[in-house]
C-alpha cells in the first residue's frame, strides 16, 4: 500500500494557476492508479504536464549592490553582507544598508559572527570584531594575526583558519593577538571552512569535504569526509545539515547525522558562480554575481541522474612483482596491471574466477588466489594474456587471504577456520590440516612455526602448527572487538581491529601476546602493512592512515589520504602505496613525504566517459585515453566495473555488430574488440583511415565511420571479403544515423542526405537553419540544433514532410530513440524525455535533473545510463503519468499504481510554452492507520478551496 501526498501552491503569474492548500493532504492508493484533479487557468486543453523529481524552490531573488565574499546572519535576524571594501546590513525584504563606523584597513575576505560579535577579516593582515547597534559598528577591537589567513572562523576563545597554503590552523586568542595552538596536517589545499559545535568542516578542489572534531582545540582529529564533491569552494553549516558549493556552479544539501560520511541528500544549480553561503532564518542564502537568491531545501532531493551509485570495482587485496600488480576483485576476480610507470597503470588482464576473489599472494609461475565459496584456485600467469587455472582446493568456509612457506599455503577460510595445503605438486594441491576456530578468520601472519589468526571477534589465536596433522591453539588476545588483519615483525603483532583500530601486541611469548600500544582510527581498520618505522593502514571510508611505529608503545597518526571508496589493503614498493580502494578502483599514492601524501594515479575514472553502449547486460564506456571500460550493470541503478582495455588513440564512440565492439579511436583508427565473452574481452583488429576516426556506426552488415574532418567510409558485407573502407562523402559531415536500410549524412548547414545502403540518395533535407544531432527510425527523422529543441520530420513517404517542432531552451548533447520516446541528454536540465506517440504533437513529459555534466546516452531495461563524468551515471524512469482535459479548467491526472516513493514535482506547461511547478507530490509507502481523507474528500476540499481562491 502506498500513500500519496498531494500538496498545491499559488503559481507564478502565467496563464496557469492552482489553488492554495495550507495543509498538504494524502490518501491511500491502495495499490491502484490514482486519479488527481488540477484546476488551471487557462485552456486546459492546451495544458502539458510534466514530472521531475522535486527540486530545491526558489523563495526569493534579490539585488546587492556588489558582488559578496561573505554573508552571515545578524543577531536581529537580518543578515550582514561584504564585498571587498564595504558591510551592508541586509533582511529578507528591501535593500541592504550600508554599516555605519569606520571600515578596517584592507580588503574584506571573510566575515563570521559568533554570539553578539562579528569578526571581519582582512588581508591587511588582520581580524576586527565589533558588535552592532541598529546599523552602527560599535566596540570596534583589532586583533594581530601571526601570519596572512585566507579564511577564518571564530569561535569562543578560538579561530579557525586556513593560512596563506590552505593549511587548516586553530590559534587562541589573547588580548590582542591570535596564536597558533594546532595544524591540521593534510594532503589538501582547504578553500573554505565553517565551524559548527564541536567540528570544523573544510573544503577542497580534490577531496570534496572533510570533518575534524576540534571539541579539543589542540588536539584536531580527522572524524569524516564526503569525497564526493571534487572542485568544492565554499561551505556553511550547523548541527542539522551542511552546505556545499563548488566550481560547477553547484550546491549541495548533506546530512550530518552520521558525522564519518555525511550523506548527499539534495542540490541546486545556481544561474552563475557561487561567491558565498549562509543559513538564513527562512532558508539558505547564496550570492551569485550582483543576485542574493533564498533557497528552500526541505522538500528536494538528490537528482536522480548521478554517478555516485557506479561502483569502480571490490579490489581488495594486492601481490606486486617484476613491475606487474596482481589485484583480487570481489566482482570479477584476479586482474594484471602494469605499474612499470606507476603514474600511469594499465590494465592488462582479467582471469575471471568462479567465486569471489578476496586475497591473493604469488608463487613462482602462479598466482595463489583465495575465491570465497569457491575455495583456492591456482593460476598460471606465466603469459597475463592467457591465463590458466591449474588446480582447484574446495573449502567449506570462504577462502580469503593467504600465506605461503616452504611449499605449503596457509589459507584463512573466513568461517571455515584456516588451512594448510600441500602445494609442492602445484597441480595436485593436498590439504594437511585444517582447524575450525570459534569466530571468523580474516587473515594470518606465520612467525617460527606459529600461526597467529586474525580471527574476527575471538581477536587474535595462536596456533602450534608444527604438526599441521595435529594444530593446536596455544595462546590468545581478546580485547573485545573484531580482528581482521596481522602483520608480523621482530616479535610484535600489528593487528588492524575493524572497530578498535591498530593494536601492537608484544608475542615474545606465542602464549601470552600482550597489548603494549593502541591507537584509535578513524575509519575501521582492515589490511596493514609495514615500512621502516611507518605503518600504512587501509582504514575503509577513511582512506590511507600512515603511522609512526617508532614509539611502540604510543604509535601517533603521521599523515592521511582519503581515497574515493573504501581503502581495504594497501601494498609498498619505495616510495609508493598501492591501494585497493573498493568502490574506488586502484590507486597509487607517493609517499615519500608521509605527512602529505598526495595522490600520483588511478586507474580508474581518470577520463570523462565520451560515449556508452550497453549490450546483454554490460555496459561499455569509450573513455578517451583511457580506451573501454566494462560495467556489469545488470543492475543498472548501480554499475559494477568489470574489465579494462587500454587502448592507443583517444575512443570517443561505439558501436556493436555480432559480439564485435567497434571504439573510434581518433588518430588510432577504428579498433574491433571481441566482446562475445565480456570477461575476456580482446582486441581483435585495428582499422587505420587516412584520418582520424570520431564516430562509428553499425547496423547487421555494415559499418560506417566519420572522419575529423568530416569524411564518411563505409564497409559493407563479409569483412573477410570486403575488408575496406569505401569512401562516401568528401567531408564537412558533423553528425550521421544508421538504421536498417538507410544511412543519414548531416552536414553542417543543416543539410541531410539519406542513402540506401548501396550508397545511393534517396533524398535530401534541407532544415532552414542549423543542425547538429541526426537520428531515424524507419518512418521518422529527428533533428536537433542542439541549442534549442527538435524537429521531427516524416520519411516514410517519397518526400519527406514535417511533422513538429519542440522547443527545450536548453543545449542537448545526445538523442536517443526506444518505442514511443525520444530521450534527450541536456546541459543544464539534465534528462529529458519526449512522447512522440502522436510524432505530430511531441510531449516532454518527464525530466530528470543530473548532479554533473552528462552526455552520451544507453537504455538498459527502465533505467538510463550516461556517460559525461568520469564514470557512468544512471537513472530509474518513473512510469508515465496520463493526464486529459476534464472541462475547461480542469485536468485528470492519473498517477499509476506503485508509483516510486518520493517527492516529485509536477509541472504544467501551457500552449505558449511557459511553464510552472503546479504541485509538489509526495509518494509514500502507507503506515498504519487510516488515510487522513478519502479521495473523494480531497476532491471536494480542492473544490472549495478552488472557490475561495479564485482560481476560476
Known amino acids: 500500500m502506498q500513500w500519496i501526498k498531494i500538496a498545491l501552491a499559488m503559481l507564478p503569474a502565467m496563464s496557469v494557476a492552482a489553488p492554495v492548500l495550507k495543509d498538504a493532504v494524502k490518501f491511500a492508493s491502495y495499490g491502484q492508479a490514482t486519479e488527481i484533479h488540477l484546476p488551471v487557468a487557462g485552456d486546459a486543453a492546451t495544458m502539458q504536464l510534466i514530472m521531475r523529481p522535486a527540486a530545491v524552490r526558489e523563495i526569493r531573488r534579490q539585488a546587492v549592490p556588489a558582488s559578496l565574499t561573505a554573508i552571515t546572519p545578524s543577531t536581529d535576524g537580518g543578515l550582514l553582507l561584504a564585498n571587498e571594501n564595504a558591510l551592508w546590513l541586509g533582511h529578507a525584504q528591501g535593500v541592504p544598508s550600508p554599516l555605519v563606523g569606520d571600515l578596517p584597513p584592507g580588503k574584506i575576505i571573510d566575515m563570521s559572527a559568533d554570539g553578539q560579535r562579528i569578526h571581519v577579516l582582512t588581508d591587511a593582515p588582520g581580524l576586527w570584531a565589533f558588535t552592532l547597534h541598529d546599523k552602527t559598528m560599535a566596540d570596534i577591537v583589532p586583533y594581530r594575526l601571526p601570519y596572512p589567513v585566507q579564511r577564518m572562523s571564530v569561535q569562543g576563545a578560538y579561530g579557525y583558519a586556513l593560512d596563506g597554503q590552505g593549511g587548516f590552523v586553530i590559534l587562541a586568542r589573547g588580548e590582542t593577538a591570535f596564536e597558533e595552538i594546532a595544524r591540521f596536517s593534510s594532503g589538501a589545499t582547504f578553500r573554505d571552512i565553517d565551524v559548527a559545535g564541536d567540528y570544523a568542516y573544510l573544503v577542497d578542489d580534490e577531496f570534496g569535504l572533510t570533518v575534524v572534531d576540534v571539541h579539543v582545540p589542540r588536539q584536531p582529529r580527522w572524524v569524516g569526509s564526503n569525497n564526493r564533491l571534487a572542485g568544492a569552494i565554499r561551505v556553511v553549516a550547523n548541527e542539522k545539515q551542511i552546505l556545499v558549493a563548488d566550481r560547477n556552479q553547484r550546491v549541495f544539501l548533506l546530512d550530518p547525522a552520521q558525522i564519518e560520511q555525511p550523506t548527499l541528500s539534495a542540490m541546486w544549480s545556481a544561474p552563475a558562480q557561487i561567491d558565498a553561503l549562509a543559513l538564513g532564518q527562512d532558508g539558505v542564502i547564496a550570492a551569485s554575481g550582483t543576485e542574493m537568491i533564498t533557497l528552500d531545501f526541505a522538500h528536494a532531493q538528490l537528482p536522480p541522474v548521478n554517478s555516485i ?159 599441521p596433522g595435529n594444530i593446536r591453539q596455544i595462546g590468545a588476545y581478546d580485547p573485545g572487538g573484531y580482528a581482521e588483519d596481522i602483520v608480523i615483525r621482530d616479535h610484535h603483532a600489528y593487528v588492524t581491529f575493524f572497530d578498535r583500530g591498530l593494536v601492537i601486541l608484544d608475542i615474545s611469548d606465542p602464549r601470552q601476546p600482550v597489548a603494549i600500544g593502541q591507537l584509535a582510527t578513524p575509519g575501521n581498520a582492515r589490511g596493514i602493512r609495514l615500512q621502516g618505522e611507518l605503518a600504512y593502514l587501509a582504514d575503509w571510508d577513511a ?140 582486441l581483435v583488429a585495428t582499422h587505420r583511415l587516412v584520418d582520424d576516426v570520431v564516430q562509428v556506426r553499425t547496423n547487421e552488415d555494415t559499418v560506417v565511420v566519420r572522419s575529423r574532418t568530416g569524411k564518411v567510409y563505409v564497409q559493407s558485407g563479409d569483412r573477410a571479403s570486403h575488408p575496406a573502407f569505401q569512401a562516401v562523402a568528401a567531408g564537412n559531415i558533423i553528425d550521421l544515423w544508421l538504421s536498417q536500410n538507410r544511412l543519414y549524412l548531416l552536414n553542417a548547414s543543416g543539410r541531410v542526405r539519406v542513402l540506401a545502403l548501396n550508397m545511393t540518395e534517396l533524398f535530401a533535407y534541407e532544415t532552414g537553419g542549423p543542425a547538429r544531432l541526426v537520428r531515424a527510425d524507419e518512418a521518422r527523422m529527428y533533428l536537433s540544433d542542439g541549442v534549442q529543441g527538435v524537429q521531427i520530420i516524416d520519411v516514410g513517404a517519397d518526400k519527406p514532410q514535417p511533422l513538429a517542432a519542440i522547443e527545450i531552451g536548453d543545449e542537448i548533447i545526445d538523442m536517443r530513440l526506444s518505442g514511443d520516446s525520444l530521450y534527450l541528454s541536456t546541459a543544464k536540465q539534465g534528462l529529458m524525455v519526449l512522447d512522440i506517440s502522436q510524432p505530430a504533437q511531441p510531449r516532454l513529459t518527464q525530466i530528470y535533473p543530473a548532479m554533473q555534466g552528462i552526455g552520451a546516452i544507453a537504455l538498459a531495461g527502465q533505467s538510463v545510463l550516461l556517460g559525461g563524468d568520469t564514470r557512468p551515471a544512471s537513472v530509474t524512469l518513473l512510469p508515465p503519468v496520463t493526464f486529459t482535459a476534464e472541462g475547461k479548467h480542469d485536468l485528470r491526472v492519473q498517477v499509476p499504481a506503485r508509483f516510486p516513493p518520493g517527492r516529485y514535482d509536477m509541472i504544467l506547461r501551457d500552449g505558449a510554452g511557459k511553464q510552472a511547478r503546479a504541485a509538489a507530490l509526495e509518494v509514500q509507502l502507507a503506515g498504519k492507520g487510516k488515510p487522513l481523507m478519502s479521495k473523494e474528500q480531497f476532491e471536494q476540499l480542492l473544490r472549495q478551496q478552488r472557490e475561495t481562491a479564485g482560481a476560476r
Open 309 to 467: 551509485g557506479a561502483n569502480q570495482g571490490g579490489s581488495r587485496r594486492v601481490a606486486i612483482r617484476d613491475h606487474l600488480a596482481y589485484v583480487a576483485d570481489w566482482f570479477s576476480g584476479l586482474h594484471v596491471y602494469d605499474i612499470s610507470r606507476p603514474e600511469q597503470p594499465r590494465h592488462v588482464a582479467l582471469f575471471h574466477t568462479p567465486g569471489s576473489a578476496k586475497g591473493v599472494t604469488l608463487l613462482g609461475d602462479y598466482a595463489l588466489v583465495g575465491d570465497d565459496d569457491h575455495g583456492l584456485q591456482i593460476i598460471d600467469i606465466r603469459d597475463p594474456q592467457n591465463m590458466k587455472l591449474v588446480a582447484n582446493v574446495p573449502t567449506p568456509g570462504l577462502a580469503y587471504t593467504l600465506q605461503v612457506q616452504d611449499q605449503r599455503v596457509y589459507l584463512a577460510d573466513h568461517r571455515g577456520g584456516f588451512h594448510i595445503i600441500d602445494i609442492s605438486n602445484i597441480t595436485a594441491p593436498v590439504v594437511l590440516g585444517s582447524f575450525d576456530t570459534p569466530g571468523k578468520v580474516w587473515a594470518l601472519a606465520l612467525d617460527q612455526g606459529y600461526v597467529f589468526a586474525a580471527d574476527d571477534k575471538s581477536g587474535v589465536l595462536v596456533f602450534d602448527v608444527t604438526d
Open 543 to 682: 582512506g590511507l592512515q600512515i603511522i609512526d611505529i617508532s614509539d611502540k608503545r604510543a604509535p601517533r597518526f603521521v599523515g592521511h589520504y582519503d581515497t574515493a571508496g573504501a581503502a581495504w589493503g594497501v601494498e609498498l614498493v619505495d616510495s609508493l602505496a598501492y591501494v585497493m580502494d573498493w568502490w574506488g578502483g586502484f590507486k597509487v599514492l607517493e609517499v615519500s613525504v608521509p605527512e602529505t601524501p598526495r595522490l600520483l594515479a588511478s586507474y580508474h575514472g581518470r577520463e570523462q566517459v565520451q560515449d556508452i553502449l550497453v549490450q546483454e547486460g554490460f555496459a561499455y564506456t569509450a573513455t578517451g585515453t583511457a580506451g573501454v571500460q566494462i560495467y556489469d550493470v545488470n543492475n543498472p541503478d548501480g554499475p559494477i566495473w568489470l574489465n579494462g582495455l587500454d587502448l592507443a588513440g583517444d575512443s570517443q564512440d561505439l558501436a556493436v555488430q555480432r559480439g564485435r565492439l567497434f571504439v573510434a579511436g581518433g588518430a588510432a583508427g577504428l579498433s574491433e574488440i571481441d566482446i562475445s565473452r565480456p570477461h575476456e574481452s580482446r
